[in-house]
């Protein structure tokens, strides 16, 4: 069965830094889905990468693809206070998703 | 406008009722899909549903049933036997094809009275 991992669970950060948020999971898949949600919100999709080596970028967001190492990183450039959420990764299993647990990020000013 | 919507946007249950949270999107997408989180938790997959008339159980199906007569509606009942019902209760849809991103509604928040 796929399993979907991300870490760090919870971050926090000062503004202007930069971090990178992980994921891995267990089984072949080459679709990996990045979704951010504010506390008490739905989930809304941020990436979408479909191949090997597959990279996207949004504003100080940027998202990668490894399936050879079933790896994907998600990476916060200068954090701002507006980033503040919590991110999931998701992975296409079979015809459903399996969900990484999340990682809550804080930034403080 | 295309997009998902839930109804209500809270839910009371009382010991021993069965609830039914309702779920209809207009983006024309084939696959739905019904997701519980707990708070501070991730997404367990409860039911999905690739077409209409066909549903198949996620990894937490017990104590809950589904439904899909229309293409545009996926509703969800929580029965009695789901004892620990309380929870965030998200309905997503998604096209078929190469990018199967899922689109998430606002999410039904259900308390046990």
């Known amino acids: 069965e796929l399993k979907v991992e991300q870490n760090p669970l919870f971050l926090s950060m000062q503004e202007g830094k930069n971090y990178t948020i992980y994921c891995n999971y267990s089984?072949?898949?080459?679709?990996l889905y990045w979704y951010r949600q504010d506390p008490g919100k739905s989930l809304e999709s941020l990436f979408v990468?479909?191949?090997?080596?597959a990279v996207k970028q949004e504003g100080r967001l940027m998202a990668s693809l490894d399936t050879k190492a079933r790896l994907s990183t998600l990476h916060i450039t200068a954090a701002v206070h507006d980033l503040s959420a919590t991110y999931f990764c998701?992975?296409?299993?079979?015809?459903?998703?399996?969900f990484g647990a999340g990682t809550r990020l804080t930034v403080k000013p | 406008d295309g997009g998902i919507t839930q109804s209500p946007k809270y839910l009371f249950r009382k010991e021993g009722q069965n609830v039914t949270l309702s779920c209809e999107q207009n983006?024309?997408?084939?696959?739905m899909y019904w997701y519980r989180q707990d708070p501070g938790q991730g997404l367990r997959l409860i039911y999905y549903?690739?077409?209409?008339?066909?549903?198949q159980k996620g990894d937490i199906a017990e104590g809950y049933s589904v439904s899909r007569e229309k293409k545009e509606s996926f509703p969800l009942t929580v029965t009695s036997a789901q004892k620990n019902p309380t929870a965030f209760y998200l309905c997503?849809?998604?096209?078929?094809?190469?990018?199967?991103?899922?689109?998430f509604g606002p999410g039904t928040r259900l308390l046990v009275l």
């Open positions: 997503a849809s998604s096209m078929s094809g190469t990018s199967k991103t899922q689109y």
């Open positions: 089984t072949t898949s080459d679709r």
């Open positions: 990468l479909l191949s090997n080596g």
């Open positions: 998701a992975v296409d299993y079979n015809n459903d998703m399996r």
């Open positions: 983006l024309n997408h084939d696959a």
């Open positions: 549903s690739q077409i209409v008339n066909d549903f």
